[in-house]
């Protein structure tokens, strides 16, 4: 859940709906964190948002959450909220809705008036795709609802670990519902992936990707592209052999070295 001071300042500037959208106790105390412990707490680092990927609870990612803790990061400098159902609905029906791309864009958004900085954000697998749409802005290709301009000037550091930027390769056959549709689905050729593609250098100030060749959920091509790195990044780094978990949690270090040296390092 999010600390006291960091609930009452969105309730307070944004409304007790955006409080519900954001921290969703209704899939438990767990399915978010963030904010200052007291109204005085000094933060001495950008606020990072964890971005999570498909049928993932937030606190999957409690390793980076550690991590940053452990290289000094305050509470106040860390934030997460789940989108989705938290794997309720089964993994080949999950597609990237607008009210998932809407209730990320709130998060930067009150991350970013609460902290008074610009942000980091890691973002993992669909969560990459789905971060991207909330940045870039404009509107919804499910629900053609308007997003409104792009967030870009919020962002410092936009990194994408084992991100679905290109769809996956487990998608080479659209199907007209779920994760593989051609609408808002991760099929190589979707509008939604069209959309976040056909712009670059929106993402932030500094744009990263890491991703490995031997990702066997979001795979390593796919429609003659290489679906991870985003066009315009500022670097990367290519692991071989790690899978799709194994990205994602060995790369940590990594991650850290990227959001706040801006480079691997």
């Given amino acids: 859940m999010f600390t006291d001071d ?63 803790k452990n290289r000094g990061y305050a509470n106040g400098e860390i934030y997460g909220t789940t989108w989705g159902d938290a794997g309720a609905t089964p993994i080949g029906l999950v597609d990237m809705k607008c009210s998932y791309v809407k209730q990320i864009r709130s998060m930067i958004i009150a991350v970013r008036q609460y902290t008074g900085t610009k942000v980091d954000i890691v973002a993992y697998s669909m969560g990459s795709p789905i971060a991207r749409k909330a940045i870039l802005g404009g509107n919804c290709v499910d629900s053609r609802e308007i997003l409104g301009p792009p967030l870009t000037e919020l962002i410092d550091t936009f990194l994408s670990v084992a991100g679905s930027n290109y769809g996956s390769s487990l998608c080479f056959v659209p199907i007209p519902v779920g994760t593989c549709n051609k609408r808002s689905g991760l099929h190589c050729e979707s509008l939604f992936l069209q959309d976040i593609n056909a712009n670059t250098k929106y993402e932030g100030d500094f744009i990263f990707s890491i991703f490995s060749s031997g990702d066997e959920k979001v795979g390593f091509r796919n429609c003659n592209k290489l679906v991870s790195p985003i066009i315009g990044q500022n670097g990367y780094v290519k692991k071989d052999g790690l899978n799709h978990d194994d990205v994602m949690d060995k790369t940590i270090p990594l991650q850290i070295n990227f959001i706040t040296k801006h480079m691997p390092q």
């Fill in 6 to 68: 960091f609930r009452s300042y969105i309730h307070n500037n944004f409304g007790i709906s955006i409080v519900t959208q954001l921290e969703r106790r209704d899939l438990g105390e767990d399915a978010s964190f963030g904010g200052k412990l007291s109204d005085d707490e000094e933060l001495k680092h950008q606020a990072v948002i964890i971005i999570h990927g498909i049928t993932n609870k937030i606190t999957r990612f409690n390793g980076i959450v550690q991590a940053l």
